[in-house]
């Protein structure tokens, strides 16, 4: 009778700790996503000679980082390629997809079914960083984000980036979304020698849409009259991240800063970094060394920074059926079945003997063309499969790089504006009109002084942060103005919340002795 008594304590005990371990199985299971990103907020950087392929500089180059919206580079990578292959324009509209609208922000917030143009779409990643685009670019071009990503990953693989995996076009967290400072640094160097028709986008410090004006988010931008670009990014597990290039003086560094705990203090990591190394960099030429493979070619070159033990195939995804539609119909033609892209094997090419080792400026545009330049033997495409025609190593994207070192060196590029009188700062309280200012609405500015050429503004910009903590975690920028025929440059913090936080942070500077104005934008 005991025992019989015992039995159902003993059922119910085994039948709660079944239920115990079911639960937690399943909580674990729901937290198995969040569990997959792993907190890699340590610093990373390099610094890289964009002539040569020379490392100037390396600590953790090659240790597992998220790129957050760093990735967004890659992003523009590929659509430059669309660009460059014919397939899109600039004015091309792209339409906002549900998904694309549902991007947490930061975006630019059009509403699915809208459409915005290719070229307002790259303006708003350079600047806003926007995710709802990132997508919207995504879906255009591979007909869904999770493709495109797929792109981007081979494309990657065929620059050398051996330990870059993409998941995503806007860099939002995931787990499996991985590079290292190495590879983005091979892509900061690529992006300007493939696309250098493009690289003048990343200069941008202002991009206004739907009555709205954003800001540039790369507060080192023009920093030594030297800094043009490239791309911030943040999530919390990878910390404040940048990838950015130098040019000046007949140099062009890239430099590659990762994991910090603000961006104040990468940015004031990546202004050491350009200080020390930029005077170190190759002065003349661009070498073949440091000549970045171009994806969907083989060759022979001989990278400095990545030599991938094989040659690698960039393989984008087949057209997107609405794309493929859309072009077919204009063509008058009707549709056919896509052609398995994954299935074509590529065509051995045989490539003239590589050039010199220096190559001098116009011999390494040559050498460039010839590495673009089609073939003999070509696969045969169907001719609306324009995207598997650019997979052969044999198709020519398009026209060859501009020549290297021909663009506008490192000027940013100013919203419009008016600023104030000779040779000195100008007073801050009548510093000439103002009417056709343009400064990020629905905010609170911080002026710190003005001065009659940029470098002078950007210096108060430096000190007056140097002065006060906390003041370098707000947007930075110059506004250029004229005043009596006059051109002058104000010098202002952006992104105060209200009237009383700027005022509270005029209050401090004014106690370093430094002038300040407070005002709405």
């Known amino acids: 009778m005991i025992f019989l008594a015992k039995t ?15 639960v937690l199985g399943l909580s674990l299971a729901a937290a198995a996503p969040t569990q997959a990103i792993e907190n890699l907020r340590r610093y990373a950087g390099i610094v890289v000679d964009a002539k040569s392929g020379k490392i100037l500089y390396e600590e953790q180059a090659d240790s597992k980082r998220y790129p957050a919206s760093v990735a967004k580079v890659m992003t523009l990578y590929v659509l430059f390629q669309e660009l460059q292959a014919g397939n899109l324009s600039l004015s091309t509209k792209m339409t906002v997809s549900r998904h694309a609208a549902s991007a947490v922000p930061t975006k630019l917030g059009l509403r699915a079914g809208s459409t915005i143009s290719v070229e307002d779409a790259i303006k708003s990643l350079v600047t806003l960083s926007a995710n709802d685009m990132a997508r919207v670019i995504a879906e255009h071009i591979s007909g869904s984000e999770s493709k495109f990503a797929e792109r981007m990953t081979a494309t990657a693989r065929a620059m050398g980036m051996t330990s870059t995996t993409y998941r995503n076009a806007s860099g939002l967290p995931d787990g499996g979304q991985v590079t290292t400072v190495r590879d983005q640094a091979i892509l900061g160097i690529a992006i300007y ?56 003086d007949n140099r062009h560094i890239v430099i590659v800063a990762f994991g910090f705990n603000s961006a104040a203090a990468r940015d004031e990591k990546v202004r050491q970094l350009v200080s020390t190394y930029l005077t170190k960099g190759r002065q003349g030429n661009y070498l073949q060394t440091a000549m970045v493979p171009v994806p969907g070619r083989q060759g022979s070159t001989q990278f400095a920074l990545a030599a991938p033990r094989k040659p690698t195939l960039a393989m984008p995804v ?23 892209v994954a299935s074509a094997a590529p065509v051995a090419v045989t490539m003239p003997a590589p050039p010199p080792t220096d190559l001098g400026l116009a011999p390494a545009v040559q050498a460039a063309t010839v590495l673009a330049a089609p073939t003999q033997a070509q696969p045969q495409y169907p001719t609306q499969d324009v995207i598997g025609a650019w997979l052969s190593e044999t198709y020519n994207l398009g026209a060859p790089p501009a020549a290297l070192g021909q663009t506008a060196p490192s000027t940013p590029l100013l919203p419009p504006g008016q600023v104030g009188t000779e040779g000195q700062a100008v007073d801050l309280m009548n510093s000439g009109s103002v009417q056709d200012a343009v400064a990020p609405a629905g905010n609170w500015i911080v002026q710190v002084g003005a001065g009659n050429t940029e470098d002078s503004a950007r210096a108060l910009l430096s000190s007056a942060a140097s002065k006060v903590g906390g003041l370098g975690d707000f947007r930075s920028y110059v506004e250029r103005f004229e005043n009596n025929g006059q051109i002058f440059y104000r010098a202002r913090f952006i992104g105060f919340g209200d009237r009383d936080g700027a005022t509270a942070m005029c209050n401090r500077l004014k106690e370093q002795d430094m002038a300040c104005l407070a005002m709405q934008g």
């Not at 159902?8 to 079911?22: C, D, K, Q």
């Not at 997107?320 to 077919?328: D, I, M, N, Y």
């Open 8 to 22: 159902p304590w003993h059922i119910a005990f085994l039948r709660a700790v079944t239920a115990l371990f079911v």
């Open 193 to 248: 020698q493939h696309f250098s028709q493009y690289y003048d986008y990343f200069q941008t410090t202002a991009f206004r849409y739907g009555g709205k004006t954003y800001g540039n988010h790369n507060r080192v931008l023009g920093y030594m009259g030297a800094v043009d670009g490239i791309k911030t990014g943040y999530i919390n597990a990878a910390g404040s991240n940048l990838l950015t290039a130098a040019r000046k």
């Open 318 to 340: 087949p057209m997107p059926e609405f794309r493929l539609a859309s072009l077919v119909a204009g063509n008058g033609a009707q549709p056919q079945a896509q052609v398995a």
